[in-house]
């Protein structure tokens, strides 16, 4: 039944935080001695290192270079293949109403990603923030003047069409390339990308009382299509969102693994048409409102670029993300447009 719902216009957010201090004691000398044992693997933390894009732990430091990679969202290219294991996964309005993925990862490798989709100016801008080997199908003229001019350390399904990157029978162009980590591996050989230079790592914390609005369930639009809909509903056990398109979950395609999310970061930016195909500029640099939504609370914060990465921010001091994955949904606040932001209890 629906405690609570709350329709924010893009233009402007009015959200008004509730918070509650909970006093935690400390624990005796002996007990913060005490080593905590990783679920999982069953290995003490304190023995244990981080992997710098989710802060989980992991026994020998992760190496890996991120690989990021835009992965297409319409309609006819869902389930995706790979998503379920992204360290972070952004997503975009490109032209109209339809939005695209730059997938981010670095702990966990799929074997496959796709389908692949062409790259634009801003999604490159974002891979870069994390030193990204980035991977794309195509690409809008700004776009191709970046990676021609070596921006990015990249392999495109323009030049690698049929070697690296495999066009599935299942779906019709330009919903059906893939590609595998072995091709990704194979191109960074062939043109001396090195894929052992691990990203700085993001600032975690472990998970404890988190203040804010219940946001049990977290519904996004875009405009008046309703084919981009995203649906963010909390499971209470796991302890993470499961994410829902057009009223269908987010799963792996290969596997059926489901996108699982710890944080949830919705940031505001201005957005632009900027020629007759309907590409967008969209402003990464001012900063501006958002809402970190973690554990079944909301709370309104801003954003900052850092460094190219999008993070959150409170009364002008970074916060601190929950262990585990991150999606970040980029949604216009530009005059005229009807997207929305809604949750309820």
């Known amino acids: 039944m629906l405690k609570r719902a709350l329709i924010i216009a893009l233009s402007s957010i009015t959200l008004v935080a509730c918070s509650s201090d909970k006093e935690i004691?400390?624990?005796?000398?002996?007990?913060a001695a005490t080593p905590v044992v990783n679920e999982e693997t069953g290995v003490e933390t304190e023995d244990l290192n981080q992997y710098p894009l989710t802060g989980m732990a992991e026994k020998v430091e992760s190496m890996n270079r991120a690989v990021a990679v835009m992965v297409n969202n319409h309609p006819k290219a869902r389930p995706q293949s790979g998503l379920s294991k992204a360290d972070i996964v952004y997503e975009v309005l490109a032209e109209g109403d339809i939005t695209r993925f730059l997938a981010i990862f670095q702990s966990r490798m799929p074997k496959e990603i796709g389908p692949v989709r062409s790259a634009r100016d801003y999604y490159i801008e974002l891979a870069k923030g994390y030193d990204s080997l980035y991977i794309a199908h195509g690409y809008s003229p700004e776009a191709k003047e970046m990676?021609?001019?070596?921006?990015?350390?990249?392999?495109?399904?323009?030049?690698?069409?049929?070697?690296?990157?495999?066009?599935?029978?299942?779906?019709?162009?330009?919903?059906?390339?893939?590609?595998?980590?072995?091709?990704?591996?194979?191109?960074a050989d062939k043109n001396g990308f090195d894929l052992n230079r691990p990203p700085e790592a993001l600032?975690?914390?472990d998970k404890g009382t988190i203040n804010g609005e219940e946001a049990n369930s977290v519904m996004i639009s875009y405009n008046q299509n309703s084919l981009f809909n995203v649906v963010y509903e909390y499971n209470e056990e796991k302890g993470r969102y499961e994410r829902y398109s057009d009223g269908e979950q987010t799963i792996d395609y290969n596997s059926k693994d489901p996108v699982l999310v710890e944080n949830l970061f919705i940031v505001e930016a201005t957005h632009k048409i900027v020629d007759d195909?309907?590409?967008?500029?969209?402003?990464?640099?001012?900063?501006?409102?958002?809402?970190?939504?973690?554990?079944?609370?909301?709370?309104?914060v801003q954003w900052k670029n850092v460094n190219g990465r999008i993070l959150p921010y409170e009364n002008d001091k970074p916060v601190s993300l929950l262990k585990g994955s991150t999606w970040i949904n980029v949604i216009p606040r530009s005059p005229g447009l009807t997207g929305s932001v809604s949750y309820q209890e």
Do not use: M, V, W
Request: glycine letters at 12%.
């Open 25 to 31: 004691k400390k624990q005796s000398d002996k007990e």
């Open 147 to 187: 990676l021609s001019n070596g921006f990015i350390d990249n392999l495109n399904g323009i030049q690698y069409d049929g070697t690296l990157f495999k066009r599935a029978g299942f779906r019709k162009a330009p919903h059906n390339s893939y590609i595998t980590y072995e091709h990704i591996k194979e191109g």
């Open 203 to 205: 600032h975690f914390s």
């Open 277 to 300: 195909a309907g590409r967008r500029d969209i402003d990464f640099e001012s900063g501006g409102d958002a809402y970190l939504i973690q554990e079944g609370k909301l709370r309104e």
